[in-house]
């Protein structure tokens, strides 16, 4: 019953006392929210750090819960906040400069993520892997601000709107920030796709 309700209801009912709807809510999100904040800071422990930090906001949080907002939008403001206070406190950190890694909690590489074709000849199969990595080090290389921006929209699934929510900046800058990542991600992979 409760792998049927929405986030919403799930964090409101675990609000009220229902401890299972966490559960619920944990196994939904702790893979999304793992790999935004490992592909935000690149470096596994701090994200790892971080994404206990973020739940823990959440469980401390929750009797002031209250759903304006979709879930995900509050659990990623939660991570963004969570992120920007760490590396305030360790600037030299910080989001642009740190050697990127592309750990899965789940132990699949990035690459995995993307679906292979059984029929595909070896040679597909190697050009796909290619593109993978090479877009992985290209979402690298973004600028922080588009990264997490990125990050968000594909990540998380969050709209234009939830992502200004979640960073604290308005919808447009939002949407600068986006529209830049994914041209230069296009730049980046020309030739490639």
């Known amino acids: 019953m409760r792998e049927e309700l929405a986030d919403e209801q799930l964090m409101e009912r675990y609000r009220d006392g229902d401890a299972a709807a966490f559960d619920v809510l ?19 422990g701090v994200a790892e750090e971080l994404f206990q930090d973020v739940w823990g906001n959440l ?10 907002a979709r879930f995900s939008t509050y659990l990623y403001q ?13 600037p030299e950190l910080a989001l642009v400069g740190m050697q990127f890694q592309d750990d899965d909690p789940d132990g699949d590489p990035p690459e995995a993520a993307i679906p292979a074709d059984p029929a595909a000849d070896p040679e597909v199969m190697v050009s796909r ?7 992985l080090d290209e979402i690298a290389g973004l600028p922080a601000p588009q ?4 990050l968000l929209r594909e990540e998380a699934g969050l709209s234009l709107d939830e992502i200004a929510a979640a960073t604290g900046v308005s919808a447009e800058t939002a949407k600068s920030r986006l529209r830049y990542a994914v041209a230069k991600l296009r730049e980046g992979l020309k030739g490639l796709i």
Do not use: M, T, W
């Open 129 to 135: 892997k290619r593109l993978a990595e090479r877009l």
């Open 26 to 44: 944990y196994r939904r999100h702790k893979s999304g929210l793992y790999r935004y904040l490992l592909r935000l800071c690149r470096q596994p």
């Open 78 to 90: 939660i991570a963004h906040n969570r992120a920007v206070d760490h590396f305030r406190r360790k």
């Open 147 to 150: 990264r997490e921006a990125f």
């Open 59 to 68: 469980i401390r949080s929750r009797e002031r819960y209250h759903a304006s």
